[in-house]
C-alpha cells in the first residue's frame, strides 16, 4: 500500500470500495491566488509543504465537475468540452488520482469538467479543478466528509487545491506530521466587500514546466531557499493584519513582496527558472509607476506568466483605464 491510499484509507475507511449512492454528482471549487505562496514540499509525496500558506478565492471563477460511473473500460475526461487524450498531463493526472478511489479495479469514471479561468497558465486552475472533483467524488458516493477531509484529500491532487474548498480568505497550516493529517486548510473569518482581483491574462498557454518540477529545482538548487521559510512567516503575519485592518497598502506590500522573493528564488536555482514574459515585465512596470503616483495598486504572480492585481473597489476606474483588457473578480460579491 502506497502512503497515498494509506492517508485515503484514514479518512474513508470502510466507505472505500462501496458503490456511488447516486447516479451522477456535480461540485463547483472556486480558483484561488495565494498571497503569501507555497513553494517548496516537505514531502513531495504527500504534497506536504514545507512552509503555511494564504490566499483568497475568486468567488464564482472555477471548476465545476460532473462525476459518474463510466460504461466504458477506461476513465472519460473531458475539460471544456474537449475529451482528454489518455496520454495528456491532464488526464493522467485525473486518473492517477481518481485510482486513489476506485470501489473496485474495473470501476472507471466519466469526468466532465469546466473551467472558467486559463488551465495550467499559473491561475491555479488544478487547484479548482482537484477541490471540485473531491467534493464531486464526496456527493457521488455520499461519504459526507467534514471540510478538513476533504482539504487533504484534495492536496493529494495538487498542495494549492486543499485552499480551494473555501470562499474567501485561506489559510493552509503547513503541519508537522509525517502523515499530514495536520496539513489542511482553514478559512478564515474576515471578509473584505471592497477588494477587487484583476486578472492579467498575457499567456493562456500551458507553461513548459510544471510547478511541481519547478518547486523541487528551487528547493534543491537555489542557494537562498533557506531563507525562505522566515520570509514567509513574516509576510503571513503581515497579511493576516492588514487583512483584519483592512489595509490594502500592508496587504500588497508583503502580498507583492512574497510573490517577487518566490521568482526571485527560481531565478536563482540552476538551471535558472523565469515564468515571466516581456509583457509581464511591462505590467510589473506599469503598477510600479501607478503606485509611485499614489495609486495603492499591487500584483502577485504564480507559475505562469499572468498578473493578478490586488486593489480597492474606489481605484477601479483608474486601473481599469490603464489595463483595459483586465477581468475583474469580486473575490467577496453577493454570493460569499
Ligand atoms: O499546488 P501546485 O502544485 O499547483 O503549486 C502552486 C504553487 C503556487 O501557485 C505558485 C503558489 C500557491 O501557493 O498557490
Excluded at 496520454?87 to 474495473?106: C, K, M, N, Q, T
Excluded at 469514471?109 to 469546466?114: N, Y
Excluded at 489542511?184 to 498557454?205: E, M, N, T, Y
Aim: glycine content about 6%.
Amino acid at each position: 500500500m502506497t502512503r497515498r491510499q494509506e492517508v485515503v484509507g484514514s479518512i474513508l475507511k470502510e466507505r472505500l470500495g462501496c458503490l456511488p449512492a447516486l447516479p451522477l454528482a456535480c461540485a463547483f471549487a472556486p480558483a484561488n491566488i495565494a498571497l503569501c505562496k507555497y513553494w517548496g514540499k516537505r514531502d513531495e509525496e504527500l504534497n506536504l509543504p514545507l512552509t503555511s500558506s494564504l490566499s483568497v478565492s475568486l468567488g464564482e471563477k472555477g471548476s465545476t465537475t460532473t462525476l459518474s460511473r463510466s460504461t466504458g473500460t477506461k476513465d472519460m475526461v473531458i475539460s471544456n468540452g474537449e475529451v482528454m487524450p489518455e496520454s495528456s498531463r491532464f488526464a493522467g493526472r485525473v486518473g492517477e488520482f481518481l485510482d486513489l478511489f476506485r470501489p473496485s479495479h474495473d470501476f472507471y469514471f466519466h469526468v466532465d469538467t469546466h473551467t472558467n479561468v486559463p488551465i495550467a497558465a499559473g491561475l491555479a486552475s488544478s487547484a479548482s479543478g482537484f477541490a471540485a472533483l473531491v467534493m464531486a467524488l464526496d456527493a457521488l458516493f455520499a461519504w459526507k466528509l467534514l471540510p478538513l477531509e476533504l482539504s487533504i484529500l484534495a492536496r493529494l491532487g495538487s498542495g494549492s487545491a486543499c485552499r480551494s474548498i473555501w470562499q474567501g480568505f485561506v489559510e493552509w497550516e503547513a503541519g508537522k506530521r509525517e502523515d499530514g493529517m495536520d496539513s489542511f486548510a482553514h478559512p478564515l473569518p474576515d471578509q473584505w466587500r471592497d477588494l477587487r482581483i484583476g486578472l492579467l491574462v498575457v499567456s493562456g498557454k500551458e507553461k513548459a514546466l510544471s510547478s511541481r518540477e519547478a518547486m523541487a529545482r528551487t528547493r534543491r538548487t537555489s542557494p537562498f531557499y533557506s531563507l525562505w521559510p522566515q520570509k514567509v512567516e513574516e509576510d503571513l503575519t503581515a497579511i493576516k493584519s492588514a487583512i483584519q485592518a483592512r489595509d490594502i497598502e500592508g496587504l500588497g506590500r508583503a502580498a507583492e513582496s512574497n510573490a517577487a522573493a518566490m521568482h526571485a528564488l527560481m531565478l536563482s536555482a540552476w538551471p535558472s527558472i523565469s515564468y515571466a514574459l516581456p509583457a509581464t515585465l511591462a505590467h510589473w512596470e506599469t503598477v510600479w509607476k501607478l503606485r509611485q503616483d499614489g495609486l495603492p495598486l499591487y500584483f502577485t504572480q504564480d507559475a505562469g506568466p499572468n498578473l493578478k492585481l490586488l486593489f480597492l473597489a474606489k481605484d477601479l476606474p483608474d486601473v481599469l483605464s490603464r489595463f483595459e483588457r483586465m477581468e475583474v473578480i469580486v473575490p467577496f460579491g453577493p454570493m460569499i
